[in-house]
């Protein structure tokens, strides 16, 4: 058996389109009408469609439980989150540092489904390195394997 994505629903597929193309610079991999995926391995259906997919009353379907997070990784976090500055965004929080040293921030998306959008795992290494702080050091504050922050070093 093959994973293929994770699907989340939305109220109207072209506004969310349209969030997860400006917002998060995702591309459309197919465009289905109730159905939309993205290269980045997600896809958005049409909430009245799901429900009859699923034989389910619409108003069963809720919007921002809190439970799942859709997760994206940007090499320049700092551009990012000028750009985000400039949009109407919806913050869950803004820009914090996780205790493992990893840079985050995470908002909603139109039907209130939560996004992360995090520095690499190679960049928080990279970062600590350069602070002076020794392999095993950054290893025990990243939570990386010593090899791995090895290899980047």
Known sequence: MK???PLIVVRDIEVSR????TVLGQKVLH???????????????????FACLIDANEDEIVSGPKNAELYFEEDDLDAFLKRLATLDINYVHELR???WGQRVVRFYDPDLHI?????PMES??????????SIEETAGRTSMPVEFVRQLA
Do not use: T
């Not at 465009?31 to 469609?49: C, K, M, Q, Y």
């Open 3 to 5: 994973f293929v994505c």
């Open 18 to 21: 349209a969030f997860y193309e």
């Open 31 to 49: 465009d289905l009408g109730e159905n939309v995926s993205f290269e980045g391995g997600f896809a958005i259906h049409l909430r009245p469609h």
């Open 97 to 99: 540092e996780q205790p």
């Open 115 to 119: 996004i992360e959008v995090g520095e």
């Open 124 to 133: 928080v290494v990279m970062r600590f390195l350069k602070a002076g702080l």
